[in-house]
């Protein structure tokens, strides 16, 4: 039965005169249809990053220390990222208050926290932690998006970090646990 608009026939079925004629005869033969042969397409964009990806691999591999090497670099890319993203902003400007005051002054000054309020330079918000170790030493404790992290800043400059709170160092000579930067 085949419908023609909104009429359907009820009448037994006739043969279609639009139909072709190799299709009538495989159907009264029983032949299968022959399988469509797929489709080969080459799709652009997968095959730049294919070969973006080869010449990359190629590049690499000569370079000194190899892809290896180039993969370590890209890891501690993405990890000093990840570090600035997580560290609060306001612990670097506290950072370059201390080391500039030191600059200025010749060594760290000592002040409570009226005076870091009322000093408009002093301007790291809530959240920094100071503690006074010698004249020409000191520690800056902040809380990041890793957790609580402690900086040791040393005649005017940054020695170091360690994780969690830690107060000054017992020995500049070896103070343990901050690590050097580098």
Not at 10 to 25: K, Q
Not at 132 to 152: A, D, E, F, I, K
């Amino acid at each position: 039965m085949r419908g023609d608009g909104y009429f359907l026939r009820l009448g037994p079925a006739t043969v279609d005169e639009h139909a072709s004629a190799p299709a009538d005869a495989r159907a009264s033969s029983n032949q299968r249809p022959r399988p469509r042969k797929p489709r080969t397409s080459v799709r652009p964009f997968p095959l730049i990053v294919l070969l973006l990806l080869l010449g990359a691999l190629a590049w690499a591999s000569r370079t000194e220390g190899g892809i290896s090497a180039r993969v370590d670099d890209g890891v501690e890319w993405v990890r000093g990222i990840v570090e600035d993203a997580a560290t609060d902003p306001g612990f670097k400007r506290a950072t370059d208050y201390f080391n500039q005051r030191y600059e200025t002054e010749g060594s760290y000054p000592v002040m409570n926290e009226s005076q870091l309020r009322e000093d408009p330079a002093a301007d790291w918000g809530v959240g920094i932690k100071v503690v006074w170790c010698t004249p020409n030493s000191m520690v800056l404790q902040s809380l990041t998006g890793g957790g609580t992290v402690s900086r040791l800043l040393v005649n005017g400059a940054t020695f170091g970090e360690a994780d969690g709170a830690q107060q000054c160092p017992g020995s500049l000579a070896d103070p343990r646990p901050f690590t050097p930067n580098d």
